[in-house]
């Protein structure tokens, strides 16, 4: 199953892949510029496809861009890039069956896709919010892993409802029935996350280290929407992130180092050292209880009133409340 082994982002441990230029991209696909204000996006597509799902990739491309959108208002990167290509082994259940990003002088995040998948196939596989979403942390691609894919496992299914293509409740069942993966993956149980991680291309633990570090992220956002009664979160602390240090190539250590000094918190770097010392996916339920959520017989239940409750539907609400996707449609030239 497509989630239980979740190897799409391996190439992330390889360093500074290279741009693709456009002159040598123009020879095997088309490249279409998407623009939002001084931030531009090129999307390289093969002319393996035939020209009508080169328009829906193009069209696709622009949707998961616009939901990446949902967290700073605007793209993490100035200049990006999206590439797509022909999968050998897609099927119509699995229309994207591999995908990676090269971090460079560009980053790159590459797609390789059904060469029949319909539009609504592609806006509903999770692959796409997942690559994108490594792109809100300037990661130098490599080392503590289970950081950057935590990350990833996260917002994936948060943009997903900050879109519409799930609905909040729809997106605490994905993150508990994640964490439910994570823990049922116990032939690493007892030895330290963080060396379950270095270890993972070798010798797997994708679920015990990817939900591992989705608990990190839902663990920090948690706690500064609940010591700061909602007027701090985790989109507003990657944000700042953001805006000091999108050039550069940190490592996880550096980047929990500066969240706090920028956020004027003591919680990422303890956090961190909590999370690559844990023997097995942390405890959740304590936080789903702060956030108004019961679960029964493995099935989530949202609790309408309560502080929890409105803090929790701010995390899947849009941050930006930007016009819907398709409202206004950005130009590709
Ligand atoms: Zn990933």
């Not at 790159?108 to 994108?132: C, I, K, M, N, Q």
Request: hydrophobic residues 40%.
């Amino acid at each position: 199953m497509k989630r239980a082994i979740c190897h799409y982002c391996l190439a992330l441990w390889l360093p500074l892949w290279p741009l693709v230029s456009p002159a040598a991209a123009e020879t095997t696909s088309t490249r279409q510029v998407l623009r939002q204000d001084d931030r531009q996006l090129e999307v390289l597509i093969s002319k393996q496809y035939a020209p009508a799902m080169r328009e829906n990739l193009l069209q696709w491309a622009d949707y998961i861009a616009g939901a990446l959108d949902r967290v700073y208002g605007h793209w993490p990167d100035r200049r990006w890039q999206i590439s797509v290509v022909p999968a050998a082994a897609a099927s119509a259940s699995d229309p994207i069956p591999w995908a990676q990003v090269h971090r460079g002088e560009v980053n790159r995040v590459e797609f390789f896709v059904a060469a029949s998948a319909s539009p609504d196939d592609l806006r509903r596989a999770w692959t796409g919010y997942h690559e994108l979403a490594h792109l809100l942390i300037p990661y130098r691609g490599w080392g503590d892993a289970w950081f950057s894919e935590g990350l990833a496992s996260y917002y994936q299914n948060v943009l997903q409802a900050r879109v519409g293509l799930i609905s909040e409740d729809q997106m605490w069942q994905k993150l508990y029935d994640g964490f439910q993966r994570g823990l049922a993956e116990k032939r690493f149980d007892g030895m330290p996350l963080g060396a379950v991680s270095e270890k993972l291309r070798d010798e797997g633990g994708f679920m015990r280290v990817y939900w591992s570090g989705a608990w990190y992220f839902l663990a920090a956002d948690t706690r500064l929407r609940l010591q700061s009664g909602g007027r701090q979160n985790l989109d507003m602390a990657l944000q700042k992130l953001n805006q000091c240090c999108a050039d550069k190539r940190l490592s996880v250590p550096e980047i929990v180092e500066q969240l706090d000094k920028l956020n004027k918190v003591v919680l990422f770097g303890t956090l961190y050292r909590e999370v690559a010392e844990s023997t097995s996916v942390p405890p959740f339920a304590g936080i789903f209880a702060s956030m108004g959520i019961d679960v029964r017989d493995g099935e989530i239940y949202l609790q309408e009133q309560g502080p929890g409750a409105r803090l929790r539907r701010d995390i899947a609400r849009d941050p930006t409340q930007a016009a819907p996707i398709g409202a206004n449609p950005r130009s590709a030239l």
